[in-house]
């Protein structure tokens, strides 16, 4: 059963920074495409970075690229977003997501976590 557990998220002046963490079980990273998506109030859940199960590419929507970065550690079966250099913007609730066969990063992926609130205010 595939399970997905995040962490990470708080309150956060506009610059700072945070890392969200994502706890997966049931399935090995390597094998999934697997990635963070979010969702504001009154807003569509949109892809923010994914990394797919080729282990090669990986994708940020642009209004991150430069800021986030996302990483998995395969030996803790853990997902990572780095976010720096937070803005208002970014305001939302972030869900990780996996999928054994997607190949685009968008909001139909099989399993989801919980989510987790991103709050960027001074």
């Known amino acids: 059963q595939v399970q997905l557990v995040e962490s990470g998220g708080g309150l956060v002046q506009p610059g700072g920074s945070l890392r969200l963490s994502c706890a997966a079980s049931?399935?090995?990273?390597?094998?999934?495409?697997i990635g963070w998506f979010r969702q504001a109030p009154e807003k569509e859940r949109e892809g923010v970075s994914c990394i797919f199960s080729n282990n090669v590419s990986t994708y940020y929507t642009d209004s991150v690229k430069g800021r986030f970065t996302i990483s998995r550690n395969n030996a803790k079966n853990t997902l990572y977003l780095q976010m720096n250099s937070l803005k208002p913007e970014d305001t939302a609730v972030y869900y990780c997501?996996?999928?054994?066969?997607?190949?685009?990063?968008?909001?139909?992926?099989?399993?989801w976590g919980q989510g987790t609130q991103v709050t960027v205010s001074s």
């Open positions: 997501a996996a999928d054994p066969r997607a190949r685009l990063c968008l909001p139909y992926f099989d399993s």
């Open positions: 049931g399935f090995t990273l390597d094998d999934y495409a």
